[in-house]
Nanobody, 127 residues
Framework: QVQLAESGGGLVQTGGSLRLSCAASKYTLDHYAIGWFRQAPGKEREGVACMGNGDGKILYAESVKGRFTISRDNTKNPVDLQMNSLKPEDTGVYYC????????????????????WGQGTQVTVSS
């Protein structure tokens, strides 16, 4: 099973920025949609953003639209998540994963459709 690896988390003040990276094999990145998820203590894992292949479709959760940007430099492997104007409610462990069957992003952005979960990276936004 292919496992992805997240990096770039940290502690930041409200209004600050962080950039997360998701490393995976080129084959995975070229053949499956890649999603970013987060999980706060006591809460379920929620979808944050997704980048598909082929159609270029990108999805964002309503709570992060206009603040977060998912991107990939096709000459390199990582899929990045640029997070700006961070809020305390953005705090959590952030994970990336690949869709288990599809190269495109499904509108549901549900964790159960994804696989290859890494260890996650902690993001803490202080008020």
């Amino acid at each position: 099973q292919v496992q992805l690896a997240e990096s770039g988390g940290g502690l930041v003040q409200t209004g600050g920025s962080l950039r997360l990276s998701c490393a995976a094999s080129k084959y995975t990145l070229d053949h499956y949609a890649i999603g970013w998820f987060r999980q706060a203590p006591g809460k379920e894992r929620e979808g944050v953003a997704c980048m598909g292949n082929g159609d270029g479709k990108i999805l964002y959760a309503e709570s992060v639209k206009g603040r977060f940007t998912i991107s990939r430099d096709n000459t390199k492997n990582p899929v990045d998540l640029q997070m700006n104007s961070l809020k305390p409610e953005d705090t959590g462990v952030y994970y990336c994963a690949h869709d288990d069957t599809s190269w495109g992003c499904r509108d549901s952005l549900a964790a159960y459709d994804f696989d290859g979960w890494g260890q996650g990276t902690q993001v803490t936004v202080s008020s």
